[in-house]
């Protein structure tokens, strides 16, 4: 041990729930000069599986390259980083093209949170809309029916014959940068907070 | 789908002109400036134009507060970034720089008006620039670049200053199509819109639904002045004061 005790960076952590791309990408980036699967695997403790499948679809987009060639079979596949996209990990397909799916609620998350006001769930479709990525009326509608279950977004003004129903966004609800996970209809989840906000109740009359 | 549905935002001329100052802002050459100023009047639709641009492009959307202090704004951006504040100032914004650096995506910074005044706020922002080389956007109100101008070192770094428009006949038509739909509204009606709301886009925006209010009661399928005659439109001045108490 050295008596001055030079002060080291620490990694960057990424806040509220970390699944396991994410933990897998942040473990690769800690290490980005030489890395495994196994060593990434003992960092994130996500399956080998998962990471073999997100290494390759890394290796594919171009973030990630091979350094070594096994000649033998107990080699180890050794990689480096080369393209670093910051924190969030790169969201991916198999053949390492980015997923534009995700994208969509958190357009409408930003725009709601920016925005401010009141709105009908065709103003926000439409101005969360890119001339690239178009969101769909309906899209907007189901997942702002998911978040006034969970108390995200309130509806200021109820539907009559000539309008459509007008909604808020309760600014104080607002949890950070990630929108919230809509999973099957019947919870969702936010990953700023790590917690399932809202869960559909159980009929137990129907078991 | 139909295009009436999918492309319902009026493309009013502020939302191409900030997207056009964007795209130059990223795709920038090296050794240009990083900075953009977007300023302009509250209702001009600074806002609607700024949510546009910051969904293009995935920008971190940072809306300041007077009562912030250097170490807020920090942990705010940080916020917004999804990563947990750690250390002291000059570590947060080593994270900052490193994220916006790494990411390649904007920061806007909204309401800039209240980090103008304040010595220490400029140059911490003008630090998150030299550190990460990224680009801003600051937003702020028609002052903002007179209160920018004392601070050279900040100044110089601006590769453009982009007034926010005011709301245009052209404006008011695209507005009307959205706010007024199956009812035709003259010319002249319009105009008078237009003038009346001083440039403000949300003034033409809450005239437009009276109208359309107005022409649902009356029956009316088109309207004209002549037809609107004098009834009440929304200013936006205060009230005058009443006869003597």
């Known amino acids: 041990m050295s008596a001055t005790t030079a002060r080291k960076a620490k990694p960057m952590q990424s806040a509220g729930g970390r699944g396991s791309f994410q933990r897998i990408w942040e473990a690769i980036r800690t290490r980005r000069e030489d890395f495994t699967a196994f060593l990434i695997h003992s960092d994130s403790m996500a399956t080998l599986g998962a990471i073999q499948h997100y290494i390759n679809a890394l290796v594919k987009g171009g973030y990630v390259e091979r350094i070594n060639t096994r000649s033998k079979c107990n080699d180890q596949q050794h990689f480096r980083l080369i393209r670093d996209c910051g924190i969030e990990y790169p969201r991916l397909n198999a053949k390492g093209e980015p997923i534009q799916r ?20 065709r103003e926000l479709a439409v101005q969360a809309s890119t001339p690239e990525r178009a969101i769909a009326h309906t899209t907007a509608s189901v997942y702002i029916g998911q978040l006034i279950k969970a108390g995200y977004v309130v509806k200021v003004k109820a539907a009559s014959k000539k309008s459509p129903p007008r909604y808020r966004f309760e600014p104080q609800r607002y949890s950070g940068p990630r929108p919230p996970v809509v999973g099957r209809n019947t919870y969702v989840y936010d990953p700023n907070l790590d917690k399932v906000v809202w869960q559909e109740e159980m009929n137990h009359d129907d078991f | 789908m139909s295009e009436q549905f999918v492309n319902r935002i009026a493309p009013i001329a502020n939302l ?61 951006i940080l ?88 709301v245009s006949l052209d404006d008011a038509r695209k507005l009307a199509a959205i706010y007024c739909p199956d009812i035709t509204l003259a010319d002249d009606l319009l105009s008078h819109l237009v003038t009346l709301s001083h440039g403000s886009v949300r003034r033409v925006s809450v005239n437009l639904v009276n ?25 936006g001045d205060a009230p005058k004061r009443r006869g003597s108490i």
């Open chain 1, 102 to 121: 995700d994208l969509c609620t958190e357009a409408l998350w930003r725009t709601m949170r920016i925005v401010g006001g009141e709105f009908t769930t």
């Open chain 2, 16 to 76: 191409d002109l900030v997207a056009v100052v964007m795209e130059k802002l990223v795709n920038r050459q090296d050794g240009l400036p990083g900075f953009a100023v977007y300023y302009g009047p509250s209702g001009w639709g600074k806002t609607t134009a700024t949510v546009a641009v910051a969904n293009r492009s995935r920008a971190y959307y940072v809306q300041m507060r007077s009562a912030w202090n250097r170490k807020t704004l920090l942990e705010k």
């Open chain 2, 79 to 166: 916020f917004e970034m999804g990563i947990k504040p750690t250390g002291t100032i000059p570590d947060l914004l080593d994270q900052i720089s490193e994220q916006l650096a790494a990411s390649r995506r904007p920061l806007i910074l909204d309401e800039f008006d209240y980090a103008a005044s304040k010595d220490g706020m400029i140059e911490l922002v003008r630090d998150i620039y030299e550190g990460s080389q990224s680009s801003l956007l600051l937003v702020g109100e028609e002052m903002l670049p007179n209160k920018l101008k004392r601070h050279e070192r900040f100044h110089g770094r601006v590769l453009s200053w982009l007034p926010a428009a005011p």
């Open chain 2, 211 to 235: 109208v359309y209010d107005a022409a649902l009661i009356e029956g009316w399928d088109q309207v004209d002045r002549s037809a609107w005659g004098d009834r009440p439109l929304y200013t």
